[in-house]
C-alpha cells in the first residue's frame, strides 16, 4: 500500500534507471531489509520444495538481473522469496550499453530494457558475496566466449549453491553465437567437465514454430549433457525507438501467455528428468499456480517486483497458503499434475 501510494509515484516520476539506482539504494540498508523480515517471511511449511535437490521455503525466486553485483541478495531474501539468482555477472567488468536502455510501459505492466549485461564483474561480486550472510542459491554467469564462459564458472561455481548459464539476453551482441547447436554443446561440454554444483541454462522465448524448434534442441542438448534445470525464459526482443539500441527485451505482464505455453513445451521434452523454473510475467499467486500446474518447479520474478513493490512476495505466499489450504492440498507438490 505505502509503495503504491507514495513510493511508486515518487519513483516514477524520475528517469528508469535513476528510480532503479535509488531502489537499489534503498536495498543496500540491508539492517532496515533484516527488521522487517518477520513482516515479509510467510514460512509456511505447506510452500517449502526444493531446486534442483536444493531447499527452499517458497517456490518464488527473484529472477537474474535484479541484483546484478550481489550487493544485496540479503535484503532481497528478506523480502520473503524463496530464492533469488544473483548477476548475471561476467568474468571482467562491463559497462553494458549506452543510456538511455531502460523504459517504463505502465499500461501493460511492462519494461523494456537494453541494458546489455552491465557488469562490475567477478571480482567484485566475490567481494560482495563475502559480505553478504547467505550463499546465494542461484548465480548467473554469462560471457560471449566458451572460454570466457569456463573461466566465469570456475571462479563462479564455489560463491553459489548452483550456477544459471545465461545464454539469451537479447541485448548482448554476440551471446545469440550460443543459440547455434553446436555452439552451446562446446560450451556445455566445456562447463561440464568442471561442474561440481547444480546447473541450469536459461533459454530465450520463442514466437514461432522455427524458432520453436531451435530453442527445443538447446533444450535436448541440455538434457542429453545432464544439466539440472532450465529456466524459461529470458526477455522477448522488441523494437522500442525510445532507448538508444533502438530495441530492447520487454518484461512483465504481456509475457505470461508465452511463459505458460515454454514451460508446457519444455516439460513435455524432458519428462521428469529436469527442474523447470517459469521466468516472464508472473505476478499473482494464481500465476504461480498456472505454471506450476503447467509443470514448473518453482517461478522467477523481476518485473511485477517494480510494479507491485516489496511486499509482493509476502502476498503470493500468503494467497499460496490460503488457497493450498481452501483445497486440502497438504504440499504445493500437490497442485503439479
Ligand atoms: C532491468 C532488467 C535487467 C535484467 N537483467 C538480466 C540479467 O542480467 N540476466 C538475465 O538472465 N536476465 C535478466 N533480465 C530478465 C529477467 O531475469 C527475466 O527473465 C525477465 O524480466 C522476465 O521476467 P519478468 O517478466 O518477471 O520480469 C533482466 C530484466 C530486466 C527488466
Redesign the pocket.
Given at each position: 500500500m505505502l509503495y503504491k501510494a507514495f513510493l511508486r509515484p515518487l519513483l516514477w516520476s524520475l528517469p528508469p534507471e535513476l528510480a532503479?539506482a535509488l531502489g537499489e539504494w534503498a536495498l543496500r540498508r540491508k539492517l532496515l531489509w533484516k527488521l522487517l523480515a518477520p513482516f515479509h517471511n510467510t514460512r509456511d511449511p505447506v510452500l517449502a520444495t526444493s531446486l534442483a535437490g536444493i531447499p527452499i521455503p517458497n517456490p518464488l525466486g527473484v529472477?537474474?538481473?535484479?541484483d546484478?553485483d550481489c550487493a544485496y541478495l540479503d535484503s532481497l531474501m528478506n523480502l520473503g522469496f524463496g530464492y533469488a539468482?544473483g548477476?548475471?555477472v561476467t568474468l571482467h567488468p562491463r559497462p553494458g550499453n549506452p543510456r538511455p536502455r531502460?523504459l517504463r510501459r505502465p499500461r501493460q505492466k511492462?519494461?523494456v530494457?537494453a541494458?546489455g549485461?552491465p557488469?562490475l564483474g567477478i571480482d567484485v561480486v566475490e567481494a560482495n558475496l563475502r559480505k553478504q550472510s547467505a550463499v546465494p542459491t542461484v548465480l548467473?554467469i554469462?560471457g560471449l566466449t566458451v572460454d570466457e564462459f569456463r573461466r566465469c564458472y570456475q571462479r563462479s561455481a564455489p560463491l553459489a549453491r548452483s550456477i544459471?548459464l545465461?545464454v539469451?539476453?537479447p541485448n548482448t551482441a554476440g551471446l545469440r553465437v550460443f543459440h547455434d547447436p553446436s555452439a552451446f554443446r562446446e560450451l556445455l561440454e566445456s562447463v561440464n567437465s568442471r561442474r561440481t554444483t547444480p546447473l541450469f541454462v536459461?533459454i530465450p522465448p520463442y514466437s514461432d514454430p522455427q524458432e520453436q524448434q531451435n530453442v527445443l534442441t538447446l533444450v535436448r542438448i541440455a538434457r542429453e549433457l545432464g544439466v539440472d534445470g532450465i529456466?524459461a525464459?529470458?526477455?522477448r526482443p522488441v523494437e522500442e525507438p525510445a532507448v538508444k539500441m533502438g530495441r530492447g527485451?520487454l518484461?512483465?505482464?504481456p509475457?505470461?501467455p508465452d511463459?505458460l505455453r515454454i514451460v508446457a513445451d519444455v516439460r513435455n521434452e524432458v519428462g521428469e528428468t529436469m527442474t523447470v523454473n517459469a521466468?516472464?510475467?508472473?505476478?499473482t499467486a494464481d500465476d504461480v499456480v498456472k505454471a506450476l500446474k503447467g509443470g514448473a518447479d518453482t517461478v522467477?520474478?523481476?518485473?511485477?517486483?517494480?510494479y507491485e513493490g516489496p511486499g509482493l512476495a509476502r502476498r503470493i505466499n500468503r494467497d499460496l497458503s490460503r488457497l493450498l489450504r481452501n483445497r486440502s492440498l497438504p504440499t504445493i507438490h500437490h497442485l503439479k499434475p
Open positions: 532503479h529472477a537474474a538481473g535484479s546484478k539468482v548477476g548475471t531502460l511492462a519494461l530494457n541494458l549485461f557488469s548467473s554469462s544459471e545465461n539469451s539476453s536459461k529456466t525464459a529470458n526477455t527485451g518484461s512483465g505482464k509475457l505470461l511463459t521466468c516472464g510475467g508472473i505476478s522467477q520474478i523481476y518485473t511485477a517486483l517494480v
